[in-house]
C-alpha cells in the first residue's frame, strides 16, 4: 500500500485528464486503488433505477474516481502545491512545499 497525502474534504485541482483544471472537494480516497472521487469531476451517465417510491429514477450524472496521481492539493490561497510533513510538538502536521504554509 502506497502513502497518499491527500484526504477526504481537501481542495484539489485535475492535472491532467479530460477534466484538466477542474477544481473540487475530495468526497472519499480509495487508498488500496489508489483513486480519489472528486467533487464534480469524472461525470458518467448511469441509468438509476426508483429505490422508492419518492425518488427519481432514469438517466443521472454520478462522479466516478480518477487516479490519485492526476489531482494536486489547493492551498487557501488558490495555489497547487505539493505536500510535505513537519513534525511539531510531538505531532505531524502537513505543509505546502511552496510556501511552507500549514495545511
Known amino acids: 500500500m502506497a502513502k497518499y497525502r491527500i484526504r477526504k474534504d481537501d481542495q484539489v485541482k485535475v492535472i491532467a485528464g479530460k477534466d484538466k483544471g477542474k477544481v473540487g472537494r475530495v468526497l472519499r480516497v480509495d487508498r488500496d486503488a489508489g483513486r480519489v472521487l472528486v467533487e464534480g469531476v469524472n461525470l458518467a451517465r448511469k441509468a438509476m433505477r ?13 462522479e466516478m474516481p480518477i487516479h490519485i496521481s492526476n489531482v494536486m ?3 487557501r490561497s488558490g495555489e497547487t502545491t505539493r505536500l ?15 510556501s511552507g504554509e500549514a495545511v
Open 73 to 75: 492539493l489547493m492551498t
Open 50 to 62: 426508483k429505490k422508492r417510491q419518492e425518488d427519481r429514477g432514469g438517466i443521472m450524472d454520478i
Open 84 to 98: 510535505g510533513a513537519r513534525i511539531e510538538r510531538d505531532a505531524k502536521t502537513r505543509i505546502a512545499r511552496k
